[in-house]
């Protein structure tokens, strides 16, 4: 914006497409994180009951319940590959795979947490100069408006 001439109109115009590009920008993030959690989640459970040689173990389902699970043999585990298909592979080919799409989704929040805090702080220069602009004309209307002297 250095050295460019605008109106206070197309500022305005400027702020709010700022904002919708924030909120966007805010969501992807928080998508991101969600399937990175996910993932990550999905690896350490496997990962766990690998260890674990008992084969039981206590997994969430979720609204604070817990069950104990058990598995007999962790060689193989069903994985997706599309929507509604899933493949039989060894317990480590799946623990490799989340692994690496453990590190692509923190590339990608990286990415899109860097990106949203550079539209954050845009938002944040584009207020700064609409509250100068607010605060010059309220400096401008107080300097026009006439003194009244009361009896």
Request: aromatic share 4%.
């Amino acid at each position: 914006m250095a050295g460019q001439q605008i109106s206070e109109k197309e500022l305005m115009q400027l702020f709010q497409q700022e904002q919708q590009n924030v909120s966007s920008k805010e969501m992807l993030v928080e998508r991101i994180l969600g399937v990175l959690k996910e993932t990550t989640v999905a690896k350490e459970i496997l990962e766990e009951m690998k260890k674990n040689k008992s084969g039981k173990m206590q997994i969430s389902i979720g609204a604070s319940v817990l069950i104990e699970v058990e598995a007999k043999e962790l060689v193989k585990c069903k994985r997706a590959f599309a929507e509604h298909g899933y493949i039989d592979e060894p317990t480590a080919d799946t623990i490799k795979w989340l692994t690496e799409r453990e590190e692509n989704f923190k590339k990608q929040f990286e990415k899109a947490q860097s990106e949203y805090l550079a539209a954050h702080n845009r938002l944040t220069e584009i207020s700064g100069v609409l509250k100068q602009i607010d605060a010059e004309k309220r400096k401008q209307s107080q300097k026009q408006s006439p003194i009244t002297i009361s009896k």
